[in-house]
């Protein structure tokens, strides 16, 4: 079996910023953590780059959309490498494989009868690419989240039957398992349950977009073609390309994490046209939250957006990864709040974990000849490996249902249990009389082998700062053997070699603004 998860393909509208650095991370966690577990992993992400929007953008700059196009495409692309983000896959909407899907797509919607031409009349919003309700029905009304003015159109388009598979989108959206959280599932029941409206499917009055067949004049509306790129995406660097490889070698997706802003098309509209086309719909929609900063929205206008490229070069990739991943609940709006982050990667990583890993291995190294002791078991308790068991069983369990802050949480709460452990027991004092030898040794064990559990935890959440532990230990995450057989106690070998210890993450310094 293959697990399938996917980013929204991010409007090339401009370069990426906090928010969809956080969805990427969130994936990218998920992604590496099945693939540890054992599975065959497709993490797909991308770029939506058609529609009217992009179009004007690139008017605006005095270029073709095209250059546009692959001008921000490579900015994401090199973003998420530079975050080091470990995907398989990145879809651009412009590639010709992916129209050559979008085409045999539409085909076989049309020969489900649910495409028709109309007039689409109504208050039109730009940076949505959506129609909207203008209750005043005025030319002066803003989208509320735009804040830009709709404007008014009309025009022949082609039509998708939506209204056709109210029953059986009902029977989704009504599924225990299809859209998480349950917030965002009362909300798409709530809008459902007001009776469903077929929708455009084609412009007439946008050039930048894929062209309808037998329609002259007429693209594709950017959603119709953009939610499209998750299936075009499975196949997309094969030398023949086909609606019907990509099914077969990945569809239907098992989890998209999307903001909550366009759960809409993917729980609703999407759903609907794979069914038109007799295809399965994803396993799961996630919508999560919305980041502010300080409390407040973040805004060009507000002068208070935080930029990605500025916290990695000044803080680095694992800091702002437990941050976004341990503070916020998935699926919750989340608050970037800059003390609040500095006090929390010094308190979580570099004293609670950092300062643990340090201080244990110059023990042993000190009093072991710079190496792991050598155990002779004479405690008949052990309260660390209980504690062990029990944090790997609810991480694995939150993981598998994207608790991801939980999971987090577990390996703080092992990690800050070892520290206890560690003071209750006071090996530096116990050490000054001889007899007391094999009860420091086995003290020291335990909090070393702890700690490479905590870092094997780490993995696919702070991937270099597990490398990192995983270095100071002595290398002890082998590839080879199953990465859940490796969360079992007692693997630490004795009397391997320990390398000196350096500081495996700095303390941040406040400062007042970023």
Not at 300 to 328: A, E, H, Q, T
């Amino acid at each position: 079996m293959t697990f399938v998860i996917t980013t929204p393909l991010y409007y090339v509208n401009d370069k990426p910023h906090l928010g969809s650095v956080y969805t990427t991370i969130i994936c990218d966690s998920i992604a590496r953590y099945k693939r540890l577990a054992g599975e065959d992993v497709i993490f797909i992400t991308g770029v939506d780059e058609h529609g009217l929007k992009i179009q004007r953008t690139a008017n605006e700059k005095g270029i073709e959309p095209k250059s546009h196009c692959d001008e921000i495409s490579e900015v994401f692309n090199n973003n998420w490498k530079n975050w080091n983000i470990s995907f398989d896959k990145f879809i651009r909407t412009s590639s010709k494989n992916h129209e050559f899907v979008v085409n045999e797509f539409y085909e076989r919607v049309k020969a489900s009868d649910d495409i028709y031409m109309g007039v689409q009349k109504g208050w039109y919003c730009v940076g949505c690419e959506e129609f909207k309700d203008n209750p005043e029905n005025s030319s002066t009304y803003k989208c509320p989240i735009h804040q830009k003015n709709l404007e008014w159109k009309n025009e022949e388009n082609l039509f998708f039957r939506l209204s056709k598979y109210q029953k059986e989108i009902e029977k989704i959206i009504n599924e225990p398992s299809f859209i998480e959280p349950i917030e965002r599932k009362n909300e798409i029941i709530n809008f459902v349950s007001r009776g469903l409206k077929d929708f455009s499917i084609s412009r007439t009055n946008v050039s930048w977009g894929i062209p309808v067949p037998g329609h002259d004049k007429h693209t594709f509306y950017v959603w119709f073609d953009a939610l499209l790129g998750y299936v075009s995406a499975i196949n997309s660097d094969a030398a023949e390309y086909s609606l019907e490889k990509s099914i077969n070698e990945g569809w239907p997706a098992d989890v998209h994490l999307i903001g909550k802003d366009i759960l809409r098309f993917h729980a609703v509209y999407w759903p609907a046209m794979l069914i038109s086309a007799n295809m399965k719909v994803p396993k799961k929609v996630f919508g999560h939250g919305f980041l502010t900063r300080e409390g407040q929205k973040m805004g060009k206008s507000l002068g208070n957006v935080l930029d990605p490229d500025l916290l990695l070069s000044k803080y680095g990739n694992d800091p702002v990864r437990w941050y976004l991943i341990k503070d916020i609940s998935l699926g919750n709006d989340g608050d970037f709040q800059d003390k609040r982050f500095v006090d929390i990667i010094n308190n979580d990583l570099a004293n609670t974990i950092g300062n643990l890993l340090n201080r244990t291995s110059s023990m042993s190294r000190k009093w072991f000849d710079n190496k792991v002791p050598n155990i002779e078991k004479i405690l008949s308790e052990n309260k660390l490996e209980n504690y062990a068991k029990i944090a790997v069983e609810n991480y694995i369990y939150n993981f598998d249902i994207y608790k991801l802050d939980l999971a987090a949480n577990e390996v703080l709460g092992l990690a800050i249990n070892t520290n206890l452990y560690l003071n209750d027991n006071q090996p530096w004092l116990l050490i000054k009389e001889k007899d007391n030898l094999p009860l420091v040794k086995e003290i020291i064990y335990n909090v070393l082998e702890s700690t490479r559990i905590i870092g094997l935890l780490l993995l696919p959440l702070l991937p270099e700062l597990s490398t990192k532990i995983n270095e100071q230990l002595g290398s002890i995450y082998r590839e080879e053997i199953p990465w859940k057989q490796q969360l079992s106690w007692g693997l630490l070998v004795s009397n391997s070699s320990l390398p000196k210890p350096t500081p495996i993450i700095n303390k941040l310094e406040y400062e007042q603004h970023l």
